[in-house]
């Protein structure tokens, strides 16, 4: 083996380490008591195992409970994550297969929107929102993520689309396939691994999105999870950090979960496109 290839190796596994201890740091100290982690030895294994942290977040009657938070955020992400595909693929493939006067500008005005951070017109979207009677309902929450979500998917999906040549579809049509054949059969399945792609990142953005859930959804029945996780922060006490910390993880479980759902998926999608010679 060469020596470039195992210093590369090596180089792989220290990023990988570095990567992976703040996961593992967070499920380890979940199963932790809340004592144990505010002292001053460090314990980079569970001595003391107990699920009294998962207890308290999962049934502890004093605290927000976590089901209808988890439930409220499923909703808004994966509700999100599909209409924003939806318009999001419409737009891709307008911008990229078709020519219309200030097209250039579409596309650099998607640009420069993405470049704007949510925090800066966040007075603006709620009073919006609010004019709009929508404060506290998972419709308006769902509405300013999909906002905020639409700019960046436009503009992957914008690449995936400009990737698959317009030949296809041309030589597809001139064996008998109609426009819309053409685009299912042909070109559809070969832009599939990039919705996917595109997908598993807006739920990822809409499912750990915090400042603008905090400020339009502050009503504890319609907490999204991370303005839930908020809650166990105490301004004048101790504490729980080994409650955040399993909370955290229960709230990784649903992003972990569907990306090894969709990750399949991507890999055959990548593999099943081919062009017959």
Known sequence: MR????????????????FAFPVYWMVNTSFQPNNEIRGADIHFWPDNFTLRNYATVLFDPGRTPFAP????????????VAVA?????LAALAVTRFRFKSRRTFIIVILVVQMIPGEAMIVSIFRVIDGWQLL???IGLTIVYVATVLPFTIWTLRGFVNGVPAELEEAAMIDGCSRSGAFWRVTFPLLAPGLVATGVFGFIQAWNEFVIA????ARPEM???????????VANGTTNWAAIMAGSTLMAIPVIVFFLIVQGRMTSGLVSGAVKG
């Open 3 to 18: 020596p470039s290839t195992i210093g590369w190796s090596a180089l792989s596994v220290v990023l990988f380490a570095l």
């Open 136 to 138: 506290n309902t998972l």
């Open 85 to 89: 595909l939806i318009f999001a693929f």
């Open 69 to 80: 938070a988890a439930l409220n955020s499923l909703i808004v992400t994966l509700t999100t």
């Open 223 to 233: 907490m999204t999870l991370p303005v839930w996780l908020r809650t166990f922060l």
């Open 214 to 217: 905090l400020v339009l959804n």
